[in-house]
């Protein structure tokens, strides 16, 4: 079965903009119609296997998220989707389980920095938000932000740090929440500093 114009558009959209070969072949489209797409131009390769309008702006969270289920938005790109930090991620902040290898997605997306973590404790957090565009994407929550930025402290924009910590202290706090991730992540003492000074 052919697909017009219109039905591969509206398959795209209907997978935030960038859909697989597979979704595609699954979906009824043909090798060749997928191929005749291409070469009309009517869609471009994204990456390997991934296809996005030609005449569209990808969300690009969306897209480089899409690559795989372990990419959760953290640090300070979870921030700015939380809205406790005013700057645009130049380089998108990305949490993996250890041992994930992101080696194609770093050659793919120069603008990504990861992070890695215990296994155990990769999942903690994980909540949605609403990026620019419109999609949603999977970040962490704003006290495993602030945990990950205490233990990350070094490494951080010293400017992000100190108006996530203002912001988050001052008016967003949830103690029992950030006192438990602190616990898991052995810097209790740190949080319970920032508690009181802040």
Same mark, same amino acid.
């Given at each position: 079965?052919?697909?017009? +114009?219109?039905?591969?558009?509206? =398959?795209?959209?209907? $997978?935030?903009? +960038?859909?697989? @070969? *597979?979704?595609? !072949?699954?979906?009824?489209?043909? &090798? ?7 070469? @009309? ?7 390997? !296997? ?11 969270? &969306? ?12 640090? !300070? ?5 939380? !809205? ?16 994930? $290898?992101?080696?194609?997605?770093? *050659? ?15 999942? /903690?957090? +994980? ?10 994407? *999977? =970040? ?17 924009? $010293?400017? +992000? ?10 008016? *967003?706090?949830?103690? &029992?929440? =950030?006192? &438990?991730?602190?616990?898991?992540? $052995? =810097? ?9 000074? /802040?």
């Amino acid at each position: 079965m052919e697909y017009s +114009i219109e039905s591969l558009k509206k =398959i795209i959209e209907s $997978n935030d903009g +960038i859909v697989s @070969a *597979k979704k595609l !072949g699954d979906e009824g489209v043909s &090798r060749l119609a997928l191929y005749h797409a291409l070469v @009309a131009g009517l869609i471009v390769k994204e990456s390997h !296997g991934n296809y996005v309008l030609a005449d569209n702006q990808p969300d690009e969270y &969306r897209m480089i998220q899409n690559r795989s289920p372990k990419m959760i938005y953290s640090h !300070g790109t979870a921030l700015f989707l939380h !809205g406790l930090s005013d700057r645009v991620p130049h380089e998108l902040d990305i949490t993996v389980p250890q041992g994930d $290898n992101v080696s194609r997605i770093k *050659k793919d997306y120069e603008n990504t920095r990861f992070h890695y973590c215990k296994k155990d404790l990769w999942f /903690l957090g +994980i909540t949605d938000a609403v990026t620019p565009q419109g999609y949603e994407v *999977k =970040i962490y929550d704003l006290e495993r932000c602030i945990c990950d930025l205490i233990r990350d402290k070094k490494t951080v924009d $010293n400017q +992000i740090y100190t108006q996530a910590m203002k912001g988050y202290f001052s008016s *967003k706090c949830n103690p &029992r929440k =950030i006192v &438990r991730y602190a616990r898991q992540f $052995n =810097i209790e003492s740190k949080v319970r500093t920032y508690m009181e000074v /802040l």
